[in-house]
């Protein structure tokens, strides 16, 4: 199989509120939410980076989608990882990400790989580990 990820999926237990932290919060663009006239359709989308899209839709409807029986979160179950060009940037997004409404897991520090992140939860208790490591610096 060919690597193709185009879009990560995060299943929400109110999709107002997700869309509301990803982007008033965090500033992800996105044009609103859309499919509000279908039975389990509601969906919004956000640019992430040149062919990758978050979007979050509500759990009830991706159990639906894939006939699995809704189940509680598990945050240990996977984290998305935010990369940035310095430590500071990774305090500032640490910052921008509380101010928006999200829970500190663990707050920005120096790491044993020789980089520095912190992870932060969001609303819906997804986890992202905002990090700057030497080693893998983003190419913008």
Do not use: C
Not at 99 to 113: E, L, Q
């Amino acid at each position: 199989m060919k690597p193709r990820v185009t879009m990560i999926t995060l299943g929400v237990d109110d999709l107002e509120r997700a869309y509301r932290f990803y982007r008033d919060g965090l500033g992800f663009p996105s044009k609103g939410i859309i499919g509000k006239e279908f039975e389990h359709g509601a969906v919004a989308f956000f640019d992430l980076q040149e062919g990758l899209k978050l979007a979050v839709w509500p759990r009830a409807s991706l159990a639906h989608d894939t006939g699995l029986q809704v189940s509680p979160p598990a945050p240990t179950d996977l984290s998305l990882g935010h990369n940035v060009r310095s430590r500071e940037e990774v305090d500032e997004a640490m910052a921008r990400a509380l101010a928006a409404g999200a829970t500190i897991v663990k707050p920005a520090h120096d790491t044993f790989w020789g980089g520095y992140a912190g992870y932060f939860q969001d609303p819906d208790q997804h986890v992202w580990e905002v990090a700057w490591n030497p080693q893998l610096l983003p190419a913008d």
